[in-house]
Protein backbone atom coordinates (compact mmCIF):
# COMPACT_ATOMS: atom_id res chain seq x y z
CA UNK A 1 0.00 0.00 0.00
CA UNK A 2 1.19 3.39 -0.89
CA UNK A 3 0.71 6.79 1.01
CA UNK A 4 -2.72 7.91 0.55
CA UNK A 5 -3.89 4.77 -0.59
CA UNK A 6 -7.34 4.34 0.47
CA UNK A 7 -7.97 1.35 2.94
CA UNK A 8 -10.06 -1.72 2.61
CA UNK A 9 -12.68 -0.31 5.15
CA UNK A 10 -12.38 2.99 3.30
CA UNK A 11 -13.22 1.46 -0.39
CA UNK A 12 -16.51 -0.15 0.72
CA UNK A 13 -17.86 2.79 2.81
CA UNK A 14 -16.64 2.14 6.29
CA UNK A 15 -15.40 4.51 8.22
CA UNK A 16 -12.60 3.26 10.65
CA UNK A 17 -12.04 3.11 14.16
CA UNK A 18 -10.02 6.36 14.71
CA UNK A 19 -9.94 5.53 18.40
CA UNK A 20 -6.30 6.17 19.58
CA UNK A 21 -4.80 3.05 21.05
CA UNK A 22 -1.66 2.96 23.41
CA UNK A 23 0.62 0.68 20.98
CA UNK A 24 3.00 -1.67 23.00
CA UNK A 25 6.48 -1.15 22.18
CA UNK A 26 7.50 -2.62 18.68
CA UNK A 27 10.39 -5.17 20.69
CA UNK A 28 7.76 -6.28 22.90
CA UNK A 29 5.20 -7.17 20.06
CA UNK A 30 8.13 -8.95 18.09
CA UNK A 31 10.68 -10.22 19.86
CA UNK A 32 12.65 -10.84 16.47
CA UNK A 33 12.95 -7.15 16.76
CA UNK A 34 15.32 -7.28 19.47
CA UNK A 35 17.97 -9.77 18.12
CA UNK A 36 20.61 -7.40 16.15
CA UNK A 37 20.37 -7.97 12.66
CA UNK A 38 24.20 -10.00 12.38
CA UNK A 39 22.81 -12.32 15.00
CA UNK A 40 19.55 -12.67 13.28
CA UNK A 41 21.16 -13.24 9.73
CA UNK A 42 23.62 -15.64 11.41
CA UNK A 43 20.57 -17.91 12.79
CA UNK A 44 18.64 -17.26 9.61
CA UNK A 45 21.80 -18.57 7.72
CA UNK A 46 21.28 -22.19 9.10
CA UNK A 47 17.84 -22.79 8.70
CA UNK A 48 16.96 -25.30 5.71
CA UNK A 49 14.93 -24.03 2.38
CA UNK A 50 11.71 -25.06 3.82
CA UNK A 51 12.44 -23.70 7.51
CA UNK A 52 13.11 -20.11 5.52
CA UNK A 53 9.76 -20.61 3.83
CA UNK A 54 7.67 -21.55 6.53
CA UNK A 55 9.08 -18.49 8.60
CA UNK A 56 9.26 -16.12 6.27
CA UNK A 57 5.42 -16.75 6.31
CA UNK A 58 4.75 -16.44 9.87
CA UNK A 59 5.79 -12.52 10.64
CA UNK A 60 5.53 -9.73 8.37
CA UNK A 61 7.27 -7.78 11.41
CA UNK A 62 10.16 -10.45 10.95
CA UNK A 63 9.95 -9.98 7.14
CA UNK A 64 10.54 -6.54 6.81
CA UNK A 65 13.85 -7.10 9.26
CA UNK A 66 15.00 -10.18 7.40
CA UNK A 67 14.49 -8.65 3.77
CA UNK A 68 16.92 -6.06 3.58
CA UNK A 69 19.99 -8.34 5.25
CA UNK A 70 19.27 -12.05 4.47
CA UNK A 71 17.29 -12.76 1.64
CA UNK A 72 19.57 -10.29 0.02
CA UNK A 73 22.13 -12.12 1.50
CA UNK A 74 21.30 -15.51 0.18
CA UNK A 75 20.39 -14.05 -3.34
CA UNK A 76 23.98 -12.73 -3.65
CA UNK A 77 26.03 -15.37 -2.16
CA UNK A 78 23.76 -18.84 -3.39
CA UNK A 79 21.90 -17.63 -6.28
CA UNK A 80 21.22 -21.24 -7.21
CA UNK A 81 20.59 -22.36 -3.81
CA UNK A 82 17.11 -20.50 -4.06
CA UNK A 83 16.25 -21.38 -7.44
CA UNK A 84 15.13 -24.77 -6.13
CA UNK A 85 11.77 -25.18 -4.86
CA UNK A 86 11.58 -25.70 -0.92
CA UNK A 87 10.92 -29.35 -0.38
CA UNK A 88 10.50 -29.26 3.20
CA UNK A 89 6.86 -31.04 4.01
CA UNK A 90 5.93 -27.66 6.21
CA UNK A 91 6.41 -25.16 3.84
CA UNK A 92 2.46 -24.15 3.21
CA UNK A 93 1.54 -22.90 -0.69
CA UNK A 94 1.29 -19.24 1.12
CA UNK A 95 5.02 -19.45 1.94
CA UNK A 96 6.32 -20.77 -0.97
CA UNK A 97 4.51 -17.85 -3.00
CA UNK A 98 6.53 -15.38 -0.12
CA UNK A 99 9.70 -17.27 -1.32
CA UNK A 100 9.23 -17.05 -4.90
CA UNK A 101 7.89 -12.93 -4.13
CA UNK A 102 11.32 -12.23 -2.36
CA UNK A 103 12.96 -14.02 -4.90
CA UNK A 104 12.03 -11.97 -7.55
CA UNK A 105 12.77 -8.82 -5.70
CA UNK A 106 16.10 -9.97 -5.25
CA UNK A 107 16.30 -10.81 -8.86
CA UNK A 108 16.13 -7.19 -9.50
CA UNK A 109 18.90 -6.56 -6.40
CA UNK A 110 21.36 -8.34 -7.92
CA UNK A 111 20.72 -6.70 -11.06
CA UNK A 112 21.30 -3.61 -9.45
CA UNK A 113 24.67 -4.95 -8.04
CA UNK A 114 25.64 -5.76 -11.34
CA UNK A 115 24.62 -2.22 -12.18
CA UNK A 116 26.74 -0.59 -9.69
CA UNK A 117 29.65 -2.97 -10.77
CA UNK A 118 29.14 -1.30 -14.25
CA UNK A 119 29.50 1.68 -12.57
CA UNK A 120 32.18 0.96 -11.12
CA UNK A 121 33.79 0.19 -14.30
CA UNK A 122 33.58 3.43 -15.66
CA UNK A 123 37.25 3.25 -14.32
CA UNK A 124 38.45 0.89 -16.78
CA UNK A 125 37.22 2.69 -20.11
CA UNK A 126 38.44 0.13 -22.37
CA UNK A 127 35.84 -2.67 -21.11
CA UNK A 128 33.23 -0.38 -22.16
CA UNK A 129 34.05 -0.03 -25.61
CA UNK A 130 32.24 -3.29 -26.75
CA UNK A 131 29.31 -2.49 -25.16
CA UNK A 132 26.36 -2.04 -27.38
CA UNK A 133 23.24 -2.00 -25.10
CA UNK A 134 22.71 0.24 -22.06
CA UNK A 135 20.05 -0.89 -20.04
CA UNK A 136 19.60 1.87 -17.16
CA UNK A 137 17.29 2.56 -14.42
CA UNK A 138 18.26 5.74 -13.77
CA UNK A 139 16.46 6.83 -10.40
CA UNK A 140 18.20 4.20 -8.68
CA UNK A 141 21.74 6.19 -9.18
CA UNK A 142 23.38 9.32 -9.37
CA UNK A 143 22.85 11.77 -12.39
CA UNK A 144 26.92 11.88 -12.65
CA UNK A 145 27.12 7.65 -12.71
CA UNK A 146 24.56 7.39 -15.63
CA UNK A 147 26.40 10.42 -17.72
CA UNK A 148 29.83 8.51 -16.77
CA UNK A 149 28.10 5.34 -18.60
CA UNK A 150 26.71 7.20 -21.06
CA UNK A 151 30.07 9.00 -21.84
CA UNK A 152 31.90 6.10 -22.16
CA UNK A 153 29.58 4.31 -24.45
CA UNK A 154 28.25 7.17 -26.51
CA UNK A 155 29.81 6.71 -29.79
CA UNK A 156 29.18 2.94 -29.64
CA UNK A 157 25.98 1.85 -28.49
CA UNK A 158 22.93 1.33 -30.62
CA UNK A 159 20.35 0.76 -28.08
CA UNK A 160 19.44 2.50 -24.83
CA UNK A 161 16.79 1.52 -22.44
CA UNK A 162 16.55 4.68 -20.53
CA UNK A 163 14.07 4.30 -17.30
CA UNK A 164 13.91 7.38 -15.19
CA UNK A 165 10.84 7.05 -13.87
CA UNK A 166 9.89 7.09 -10.30
CA UNK A 167 7.15 4.04 -9.14
CA UNK A 168 4.56 5.80 -7.07
CA UNK A 169 6.04 4.61 -3.49
CA UNK A 170 9.18 5.71 -4.70
CA UNK A 171 7.95 9.28 -5.08
CA UNK A 172 5.27 9.34 -2.07
CA UNK A 173 8.58 8.46 0.19
CA UNK A 174 11.19 10.48 -1.29
CA UNK A 175 9.40 13.48 -3.50
CA UNK A 176 10.08 13.96 -7.30
CA UNK A 177 13.43 13.34 -8.62
CA UNK A 178 15.72 16.42 -9.30
CA UNK A 179 15.44 16.31 -13.30
CA UNK A 180 17.97 13.83 -14.60
CA UNK A 181 16.99 14.58 -17.72
CA UNK A 182 18.02 18.14 -18.37
CA UNK A 183 21.45 16.92 -16.61
CA UNK A 184 22.10 14.18 -18.94
CA UNK A 185 21.10 16.92 -22.21
CA UNK A 186 23.84 19.34 -21.18
CA UNK A 187 26.49 16.70 -20.39
CA UNK A 188 25.61 13.81 -22.50
CA UNK A 189 27.55 13.78 -25.92
CA UNK A 190 25.99 12.61 -29.23
CA UNK A 191 25.21 8.88 -30.07
CA UNK A 192 25.96 8.47 -33.63
CA UNK A 193 25.00 4.95 -33.68
CA UNK A 194 22.02 4.83 -31.76
CA UNK A 195 19.32 3.56 -33.50
CA UNK A 196 17.10 2.75 -30.85
CA UNK A 197 16.24 4.37 -27.70
CA UNK A 198 13.64 3.31 -25.23
CA UNK A 199 12.97 6.68 -22.55
CA UNK A 200 10.72 6.49 -19.48
CA UNK A 201 10.65 9.85 -18.76
CA UNK A 202 10.38 11.19 -14.46
CA UNK A 203 8.56 13.89 -12.75
CA UNK A 204 9.97 16.97 -13.14
CA UNK A 205 10.96 16.26 -16.88
CA UNK A 206 9.79 19.11 -19.18
CA UNK A 207 8.85 17.82 -22.98
CA UNK A 208 12.21 20.17 -24.00
CA UNK A 209 14.11 18.33 -22.05
CA UNK A 210 13.25 15.25 -23.62
CA UNK A 211 13.16 17.22 -27.07
CA UNK A 212 16.96 17.65 -26.48
CA UNK A 213 17.85 14.43 -25.15
CA UNK A 214 16.57 13.13 -28.46
CA UNK A 215 17.94 15.22 -30.43
CA UNK A 216 21.13 13.63 -29.46
CA UNK A 217 20.55 10.60 -31.88
CA UNK A 218 19.91 11.21 -35.25
CA UNK A 219 20.27 7.75 -36.82
CA UNK A 220 17.34 6.89 -34.61
CA UNK A 221 15.18 3.67 -36.33
CA UNK A 222 12.64 3.12 -33.33
CA UNK A 223 11.78 5.47 -30.47
CA UNK A 224 9.77 4.98 -27.33
CA UNK A 225 8.78 7.79 -24.70
CA UNK A 226 6.81 6.43 -22.05
CA UNK A 227 5.52 9.28 -19.30
CA UNK A 228 3.57 7.31 -16.85
CA UNK A 229 1.23 9.85 -14.79
CA UNK A 230 0.05 13.51 -14.95
CA UNK A 231 3.28 14.24 -13.12
CA UNK A 232 5.53 13.59 -15.63
CA UNK A 233 6.65 16.08 -18.20
CA UNK A 234 5.46 19.33 -16.77
CA UNK A 235 6.67 22.19 -18.89
CA UNK A 236 9.44 24.05 -16.71
CA UNK A 237 10.24 26.17 -19.68
CA UNK A 238 7.95 28.73 -21.59
CA UNK A 239 6.60 25.90 -24.58
CA UNK A 240 8.35 27.04 -27.92
CA UNK A 241 6.95 28.22 -30.38
CA UNK A 242 8.01 25.66 -33.09
CA UNK A 243 9.96 23.18 -31.08
CA UNK A 244 11.56 21.08 -34.01
CA UNK A 245 13.50 24.13 -34.98
CA UNK A 246 16.47 22.70 -32.92
CA UNK A 247 15.94 19.02 -33.92
CA UNK A 248 18.44 17.15 -36.57
CA UNK A 249 15.63 15.53 -39.38
CA UNK A 250 15.40 12.13 -38.50
CA UNK A 251 15.42 10.53 -42.27
CA UNK A 252 15.93 6.56 -40.81
CA UNK A 253 13.18 6.59 -38.13
CA UNK A 254 10.23 4.53 -38.62
CA UNK A 255 8.62 3.56 -35.58
CA UNK A 256 7.59 5.62 -32.83
CA UNK A 257 5.75 5.10 -29.59
CA UNK A 258 4.12 7.82 -27.30
CA UNK A 259 2.32 6.84 -24.15
CA UNK A 260 1.66 10.04 -22.26
CA UNK A 261 -1.11 10.60 -20.21
CA UNK A 262 -2.89 14.31 -20.39
CA UNK A 263 -0.70 17.06 -20.78
CA UNK A 264 -0.93 20.78 -22.42
CA UNK A 265 2.60 20.51 -23.86
CA UNK A 266 2.61 16.97 -25.42
CA UNK A 267 1.22 18.07 -28.40
CA UNK A 268 4.26 19.94 -29.37
CA UNK A 269 6.55 17.45 -27.91
CA UNK A 270 4.89 14.62 -30.66
CA UNK A 271 4.14 17.31 -33.26
CA UNK A 272 8.14 18.19 -33.08
CA UNK A 273 9.50 15.18 -33.47
CA UNK A 274 6.85 13.63 -36.17
CA UNK A 275 7.94 16.67 -38.02
CA UNK A 276 11.75 15.65 -38.33
CA UNK A 277 11.02 12.26 -39.50
CA UNK A 278 9.46 12.35 -43.16
CA UNK A 279 9.80 8.31 -43.50
CA UNK A 280 7.57 7.22 -40.37
CA UNK A 281 5.59 4.17 -41.09
CA UNK A 282 4.35 3.04 -37.45
CA UNK A 283 3.15 5.25 -35.08
CA UNK A 284 1.36 4.35 -31.57
CA UNK A 285 0.35 7.46 -29.28
CA UNK A 286 -1.46 6.18 -26.81
CA UNK A 287 -3.84 7.58 -24.37
CA UNK A 288 -2.36 11.15 -25.37
CA UNK A 289 -5.99 13.02 -24.08
CA UNK A 290 -5.07 16.05 -25.96
CA UNK A 291 -8.52 18.02 -25.31
CA UNK A 292 -9.25 18.82 -28.59
CA UNK A 293 -11.38 21.97 -28.34
CA UNK A 294 -9.45 23.69 -25.85
CA UNK A 295 -5.93 24.80 -24.56
CA UNK A 296 -5.70 26.16 -28.54
CA UNK A 297 -5.96 23.41 -30.31
CA UNK A 298 -9.66 23.85 -31.81
CA UNK A 299 -10.09 25.07 -34.95
CA UNK A 300 -11.15 28.69 -34.04
CA UNK A 301 -8.08 29.55 -31.90
CA UNK A 302 -6.06 28.22 -34.35
CA UNK A 303 -7.79 29.92 -36.94
CA UNK A 304 -10.09 28.73 -40.24
CA UNK A 305 -8.13 26.29 -42.83
CA UNK A 306 -5.08 25.68 -40.15
CA UNK A 307 -6.46 22.06 -40.27
CA UNK A 308 -7.51 20.18 -36.86
CA UNK A 309 -4.80 20.49 -34.64
CA UNK A 310 -0.78 20.10 -34.87
CA UNK A 311 -0.62 16.69 -34.50
CA UNK A 312 -2.58 15.48 -37.02
CA UNK A 313 -1.21 18.26 -39.31
CA UNK A 314 2.09 16.45 -38.90
CA UNK A 315 1.06 12.82 -39.34
CA UNK A 316 -1.54 13.67 -42.38
CA UNK A 317 2.20 14.55 -44.19
CA UNK A 318 3.84 11.36 -43.64
CA UNK A 319 3.77 9.52 -47.04
CA UNK A 320 4.59 6.16 -45.87
CA UNK A 321 2.30 5.82 -42.86
CA UNK A 322 1.29 2.27 -42.73
CA UNK A 323 0.41 1.64 -39.06
CA UNK A 324 -1.36 3.73 -36.89
CA UNK A 325 -2.72 3.59 -32.90
CA UNK A 326 -4.83 6.36 -32.35
CA UNK A 327 -6.13 5.80 -28.54
CA UNK A 328 -5.98 9.31 -27.92
CA UNK A 329 -8.85 11.64 -28.91
CA UNK A 330 -12.08 10.82 -30.12
CA UNK A 331 -12.52 9.13 -33.34
CA UNK A 332 -15.07 11.94 -35.12
CA UNK A 333 -12.15 13.99 -35.26
CA UNK A 334 -10.15 11.89 -36.77
CA UNK A 335 -12.89 11.06 -39.39
CA UNK A 336 -12.84 14.94 -39.39
CA UNK A 337 -9.11 15.02 -40.55
CA UNK A 338 -9.22 12.31 -43.31
CA UNK A 339 -11.83 13.71 -44.96
CA UNK A 340 -8.90 15.96 -46.84
CA UNK A 341 -8.34 14.31 -50.04
CA UNK A 342 -4.67 12.33 -50.25
CA UNK A 343 -3.87 12.54 -46.40
CA UNK A 344 -3.25 8.54 -44.97
CA UNK A 345 -3.06 7.42 -48.64
CA UNK A 346 -0.58 4.30 -47.05
CA UNK A 347 -2.13 3.62 -44.26
CA UNK A 348 -3.22 0.11 -43.77
CA UNK A 349 -4.08 -0.64 -40.39
CA UNK A 350 -5.46 1.83 -37.80
CA UNK A 351 -5.99 1.32 -33.94
CA UNK A 352 -8.81 3.29 -32.55
CA UNK A 353 -10.88 3.64 -29.09
CA UNK A 354 -14.20 3.78 -30.37
CA UNK A 355 -15.66 4.34 -26.92
CA UNK A 356 -17.91 1.32 -28.01
CA UNK A 357 -18.97 -0.39 -25.24
CA UNK A 358 -17.83 -3.96 -25.67
CA UNK A 359 -21.18 -5.40 -24.66
CA UNK A 360 -22.94 -4.07 -27.78
CA UNK A 361 -21.25 -5.10 -30.25
CA UNK A 362 -24.40 -6.84 -31.31
CA UNK A 363 -25.10 -4.22 -33.78
CA UNK A 364 -22.65 -5.63 -35.97
CA UNK A 365 -25.23 -8.40 -36.96
CA UNK A 366 -25.39 -6.90 -40.24
CA UNK A 367 -28.16 -8.98 -41.49
CA UNK A 368 -31.66 -10.44 -40.50
CA UNK A 369 -32.16 -14.17 -38.81
CA UNK A 370 -32.67 -15.71 -41.76
CA UNK A 371 -29.00 -15.50 -42.25
CA UNK A 372 -28.37 -16.46 -38.72
CA UNK A 373 -25.46 -19.60 -38.57
CA UNK A 374 -25.72 -20.51 -34.87
CA UNK A 375 -22.01 -22.06 -33.78
CA UNK A 376 -18.78 -21.10 -34.23
CA UNK B 1 -22.71 -2.24 -38.25
CA UNK B 2 -24.26 1.33 -39.33
CA UNK B 3 -22.88 2.60 -36.08
CA UNK B 4 -19.20 1.73 -36.86
CA UNK B 5 -17.25 4.37 -38.34
CA UNK B 6 -15.02 3.08 -40.95
CA UNK B 7 -12.57 5.35 -42.23
CA UNK B 8 -12.50 6.36 -46.06
CA UNK B 9 -8.86 5.52 -46.77
CA UNK B 10 -7.86 3.71 -50.14
CA UNK B 11 -5.15 0.99 -48.56
CA UNK B 12 -6.83 0.52 -45.32
CA UNK B 13 -6.68 -3.07 -44.85
CA UNK B 14 -7.47 -3.55 -40.70
CA UNK B 15 -9.48 -1.54 -38.59
CA UNK B 16 -9.42 -1.99 -34.53
CA UNK B 17 -11.60 -0.56 -32.41
CA UNK B 18 -10.30 -0.94 -28.98
CA UNK B 19 -13.95 -1.32 -26.49
CA UNK B 20 -14.85 -1.48 -22.83
CA UNK B 21 -16.85 -2.51 -20.69
CA UNK B 22 -19.96 -0.97 -19.59
CA UNK B 23 -20.04 1.02 -16.70
CA UNK B 24 -23.78 1.21 -16.03
CA UNK B 25 -26.32 -1.10 -16.44
CA UNK B 26 -28.74 1.34 -18.78
CA UNK B 27 -26.06 0.75 -21.51
CA UNK B 28 -26.52 -2.60 -21.43
CA UNK B 29 -29.99 -2.49 -21.07
CA UNK B 30 -29.98 0.53 -23.92
CA UNK B 31 -28.25 -2.26 -25.98
CA UNK B 32 -30.06 -5.66 -25.42
CA UNK B 33 -33.51 -3.93 -26.59
CA UNK B 34 -31.98 -3.47 -30.15
CA UNK B 35 -31.42 -7.14 -30.54
CA UNK B 36 -32.48 -8.09 -34.19
CA UNK B 37 -33.57 -4.77 -34.54
CA UNK B 38 -35.09 -4.21 -38.60
CA UNK B 39 -32.35 -1.36 -38.97
CA UNK B 40 -29.41 -3.96 -38.57
CA UNK B 41 -28.69 -5.27 -41.75
CA UNK B 42 -26.65 -4.23 -44.87
CA UNK B 43 -27.62 -1.17 -45.55
CA UNK B 44 -26.61 1.24 -47.84
CA UNK B 45 -24.80 3.67 -45.62
CA UNK B 46 -22.54 0.50 -44.50
CA UNK B 47 -22.84 -0.48 -48.12
CA UNK B 48 -21.25 3.32 -49.12
CA UNK B 49 -18.61 3.28 -46.15
CA UNK B 50 -17.10 -0.16 -47.70
CA UNK B 51 -17.04 1.19 -51.09
CA UNK B 52 -14.86 4.21 -49.62
CA UNK B 53 -12.17 1.30 -48.37
CA UNK B 54 -11.79 -0.54 -51.19
CA UNK B 55 -9.16 -2.82 -49.67
CA UNK B 56 -10.32 -3.09 -46.06
CA UNK B 57 -10.70 -6.46 -45.08
CA UNK B 58 -11.28 -6.75 -41.59
CA UNK B 59 -12.52 -4.99 -38.28
CA UNK B 60 -12.03 -6.38 -35.00
CA UNK B 61 -13.21 -5.08 -31.49
CA UNK B 62 -11.18 -5.95 -29.02
CA UNK B 63 -10.45 -5.18 -25.89
CA UNK B 64 -7.03 -6.74 -25.30
CA UNK B 65 -4.42 -4.03 -24.65
CA UNK B 66 -2.02 -6.16 -26.51
CA UNK B 67 -2.56 -4.84 -29.72
CA UNK B 68 0.22 -6.93 -31.62
CA UNK B 69 -1.51 -9.89 -30.66
CA UNK B 70 -5.07 -8.64 -31.17
CA UNK B 71 -3.75 -7.86 -34.83
CA UNK B 72 -1.84 -10.99 -35.63
CA UNK B 73 -4.44 -13.13 -34.23
CA UNK B 74 -6.32 -15.00 -37.39
CA UNK B 75 -9.70 -15.31 -38.08
CA UNK B 76 -10.11 -18.84 -37.00
CA UNK B 77 -9.26 -18.05 -33.67
CA UNK B 78 -11.10 -15.10 -33.37
CA UNK B 79 -14.18 -17.03 -30.79
CA UNK B 80 -11.22 -18.69 -29.01
CA UNK B 81 -9.49 -15.14 -28.23
CA UNK B 82 -12.33 -13.43 -27.45
CA UNK B 83 -11.84 -11.28 -30.45
CA UNK B 84 -15.19 -10.00 -32.51
CA UNK B 85 -15.65 -8.46 -35.64
CA UNK B 86 -16.51 -8.87 -39.61
CA UNK B 87 -14.60 -10.09 -42.24
CA UNK B 88 -15.75 -8.28 -45.69
CA UNK B 89 -15.46 -9.52 -49.07
CA UNK B 90 -16.42 -7.97 -52.49
CA UNK B 91 -16.97 -10.01 -55.85
CA UNK B 92 -17.49 -7.72 -58.73
CA UNK B 93 -17.82 -7.80 -62.55
CA UNK B 94 -18.29 -4.82 -64.48
CA UNK B 95 -20.82 -2.79 -62.82
CA UNK B 96 -22.15 -5.13 -60.96
CA UNK B 97 -20.85 -6.08 -57.04
CA UNK B 98 -21.65 -8.91 -54.39
CA UNK B 99 -20.47 -7.62 -51.15
CA UNK B 100 -20.19 -10.73 -48.41
CA UNK B 101 -19.97 -9.85 -44.68
CA UNK B 102 -19.35 -12.19 -41.81
CA UNK B 103 -19.56 -10.67 -38.90
CA UNK B 104 -18.63 -13.21 -35.61
CA UNK B 105 -21.13 -11.59 -32.21
CA UNK B 106 -23.03 -13.03 -29.90
CA UNK B 107 -26.59 -12.88 -29.22
CA UNK B 108 -28.34 -12.08 -25.48
CA UNK B 109 -30.97 -12.32 -23.58
CA UNK B 110 -32.23 -11.22 -20.88
CA UNK B 111 -32.15 -13.50 -17.54
CA UNK B 112 -33.37 -13.46 -14.05
CA UNK B 113 -31.80 -10.60 -11.50
CA UNK B 114 -28.51 -11.82 -11.00
CA UNK B 115 -27.33 -12.82 -7.18
CA UNK B 116 -23.87 -10.53 -7.54
CA UNK B 117 -22.20 -8.56 -9.52
CA UNK B 118 -19.43 -10.07 -12.16
CA UNK B 119 -17.67 -8.69 -15.34
CA UNK B 120 -15.32 -9.72 -16.96
CA UNK B 121 -15.18 -13.23 -19.41
CA UNK B 122 -13.50 -13.47 -23.04
CA UNK B 123 -16.79 -13.43 -24.88
CA UNK B 124 -16.78 -17.36 -25.44
CA UNK B 125 -20.05 -17.98 -23.91
CA UNK B 126 -20.15 -16.22 -20.69
CA UNK B 127 -22.92 -15.00 -18.03
CA UNK B 128 -22.59 -11.50 -16.48
CA UNK B 129 -24.37 -9.44 -14.81
CA UNK B 130 -24.20 -5.63 -14.12
CA UNK B 131 -26.29 -4.06 -10.92
CA UNK B 132 -29.00 -1.35 -12.15
CA UNK B 133 -27.85 1.86 -10.45
CA UNK B 134 -30.26 3.47 -11.38
CA UNK B 135 -33.84 1.63 -10.50
CA UNK B 136 -31.70 -0.98 -8.43
CA UNK B 137 -33.28 -4.08 -10.76
CA UNK B 138 -30.44 -6.29 -12.09
CA UNK B 139 -29.94 -7.50 -15.28
CA UNK B 140 -27.98 -10.57 -16.38
CA UNK B 141 -26.85 -11.72 -20.39
CA UNK B 142 -25.92 -14.92 -21.46
CA UNK B 143 -24.17 -14.34 -24.84
CA UNK B 144 -23.72 -16.75 -27.79
CA UNK B 145 -21.28 -16.54 -30.27
CA UNK B 146 -22.29 -17.09 -34.11
CA UNK B 147 -20.80 -16.28 -37.18
CA UNK B 148 -23.37 -14.59 -39.21
CA UNK B 149 -23.39 -14.06 -42.92
CA UNK B 150 -24.91 -11.20 -44.97
CA UNK B 151 -24.52 -10.49 -48.86
CA UNK B 152 -25.61 -7.81 -50.51
CA UNK B 153 -26.03 -7.42 -55.23
CA UNK B 154 -26.03 -3.97 -56.08
CA UNK B 155 -27.18 -2.66 -53.30
CA UNK B 156 -29.84 -5.13 -52.59
CA UNK B 157 -29.85 -8.25 -49.64
CA UNK B 158 -29.49 -11.73 -50.62
CA UNK B 159 -31.24 -13.71 -48.80
CA UNK B 160 -29.42 -16.98 -47.22
CA UNK B 161 -31.66 -19.31 -49.55
CA UNK B 162 -30.95 -17.72 -52.48
CA UNK B 163 -27.13 -17.73 -52.05
CA UNK B 164 -27.62 -21.26 -51.18
CA UNK B 165 -28.83 -22.07 -54.65
CA UNK B 166 -26.40 -19.86 -56.33
CA UNK B 167 -23.46 -21.85 -55.23
CA UNK B 168 -25.32 -25.17 -55.26
CA UNK B 169 -22.90 -26.41 -58.32
CA UNK B 170 -19.98 -24.91 -57.46
CA UNK B 171 -17.09 -26.33 -55.61
CA UNK B 172 -17.26 -24.66 -52.07
CA UNK B 173 -20.96 -23.24 -50.66
CA UNK B 174 -21.10 -19.55 -50.63
CA UNK B 175 -20.01 -18.82 -46.93
CA UNK B 176 -16.68 -20.39 -47.75
CA UNK B 177 -15.87 -18.45 -51.01
CA UNK B 178 -12.67 -17.04 -51.11
CA UNK B 179 -12.29 -13.88 -48.80
CA UNK B 180 -10.97 -10.59 -49.81
CA UNK B 181 -11.49 -7.60 -51.81
CA UNK B 182 -12.23 -7.02 -55.90
CA UNK B 183 -12.38 -10.73 -56.54
CA UNK B 184 -14.07 -12.61 -59.17
CA UNK B 185 -16.97 -15.02 -59.50
CA UNK B 186 -18.03 -17.80 -61.89
CA UNK B 187 -20.29 -16.37 -64.92
CA UNK B 188 -22.89 -18.95 -63.93
CA UNK B 189 -22.94 -17.03 -60.51
CA UNK B 190 -23.23 -14.06 -61.90
CA UNK B 191 -25.83 -15.03 -64.35
CA UNK B 192 -28.10 -16.31 -61.50
CA UNK B 193 -27.50 -13.50 -59.54
CA UNK B 194 -28.72 -11.58 -62.12
CA UNK B 195 -31.72 -13.77 -62.72
CA UNK B 196 -32.94 -13.32 -59.06
CA UNK B 197 -32.36 -9.75 -59.49
CA UNK B 198 -34.89 -9.47 -62.69
CA UNK B 199 -37.51 -11.68 -60.78
CA UNK B 200 -38.60 -8.59 -58.43
CA UNK B 201 -39.07 -10.46 -55.16
CA UNK B 202 -37.94 -7.81 -53.53
CA UNK B 203 -40.02 -6.37 -50.59
CA UNK B 204 -39.44 -3.00 -48.96
CA UNK B 205 -38.66 -2.98 -45.25
CA UNK B 206 -38.06 0.18 -43.66
CA UNK B 207 -38.01 2.09 -46.66
CA UNK B 208 -35.54 0.58 -47.56
CA UNK B 209 -35.19 -2.60 -50.55
CA UNK B 210 -34.79 -5.33 -48.99
CA UNK B 211 -35.71 -9.29 -49.55
CA UNK B 212 -37.79 -11.16 -47.80
CA UNK B 213 -37.27 -14.42 -46.10
CA UNK B 214 -38.88 -16.68 -48.98
CA UNK B 215 -37.29 -14.11 -51.46
CA UNK B 216 -35.33 -16.94 -53.23
CA UNK B 217 -36.74 -19.99 -55.28
CA UNK B 218 -35.20 -22.96 -54.62
CA UNK B 219 -32.80 -23.58 -57.65
CA UNK B 220 -32.24 -21.17 -59.81
CA UNK B 221 -30.89 -22.39 -62.93
CA UNK B 222 -29.59 -20.22 -65.63
CA UNK B 223 -31.40 -20.58 -68.78
Same mark, same amino acid.
Not at chain 1, 24 to 53: C, H, K, W, Y
Not at chain 1, 180 to 189: A, N, P, R, W, Y
Not at chain 1, 239 to 244: A, I, K, Q, T, V
Not at chain 2, 160 to 179: I, K, L, N
Given at each position: MYIGEPTHQYHRGIMPDTTFKVMPPATARQPFLAIPPNVLMQIMSELSQGDLATFASLSSSLNALVEPILWKHLWLQHPASLEAQP? /? /????SAAITTIQRRRARYRQAAKERVLQIMQAGCRKPSRWKHVRTVNVIAYRFSTHHIASILHLVHDNITTLYLHCAQSSIEYARWGPHDGILSKLGDMVEPFPLLDHLDLVVCHNSSYDQVLRFVGLAPHLERLRVVARDELSLITLNHPLDEPWLGLPAFQRLHTITFDFPDDDGLPDLCTAIIMKAPHLRMVTMRDIWADLEEGGWSDEERGEGEGQFAYFDALSNLGELEFLDWRCGSFQAFQRAIQQEGVFASLKTIVVDGNIIDESIERLEVSRPVHAEWGV | MQAIAIPA????ETLLYRTRHPTRACELQADT???????????PATLRQLAAAPRLATIRFSRDDDVDLTLSTSVSKWSVTGIRGAVVSTYSRGTDQLVHVRTLTRSRSRLQTAPRQEFGGNGTGQSHSIPD???GVEYSAHEVLRWEHSTSYNGVIVPAQVMDSTFEEEDSGWRHMPEGRGLQLSDRVWLCLAIWQDSGKQVAIGGRSHVGRGGGPAGIRPP
Amino acid at each position: MYIGEPTHQYHRGIMPDTTFKVMPPATARQPFLAIPPNVLMQIMSELSQGDLATFASLSSSLNALVEPILWKHLWLQHPASLEAQPV /D /DRSSSAAITTIQRRRARYRQAAKERVLQIMQAGCRKPSRWKHVRTVNVIAYRFSTHHIASILHLVHDNITTLYLHCAQSSIEYARWGPHDGILSKLGDMVEPFPLLDHLDLVVCHNSSYDQVLRFVGLAPHLERLRVVARDELSLITLNHPLDEPWLGLPAFQRLHTITFDFPDDDGLPDLCTAIIMKAPHLRMVTMRDIWADLEEGGWSDEERGEGEGQFAYFDALSNLGELEFLDWRCGSFQAFQRAIQQEGVFASLKTIVVDGNIIDESIERLEVSRPVHAEWGV | MQAIAIPALPALETLLYRTRHPTRACELQADTINDYSPTSFLDPATLRQLAAAPRLATIRFSRDDDVDLTLSTSVSKWSVTGIRGAVVSTYSRGTDQLVHVRTLTRSRSRLQTAPRQEFGGNGTGQSHSIPDLEDGVEYSAHEVLRWEHSTSYNGVIVPAQVMDSTFEEEDSGWRHMPEGRGLQLSDRVWLCLAIWQDSGKQVAIGGRSHVGRGGGPAGIRPP
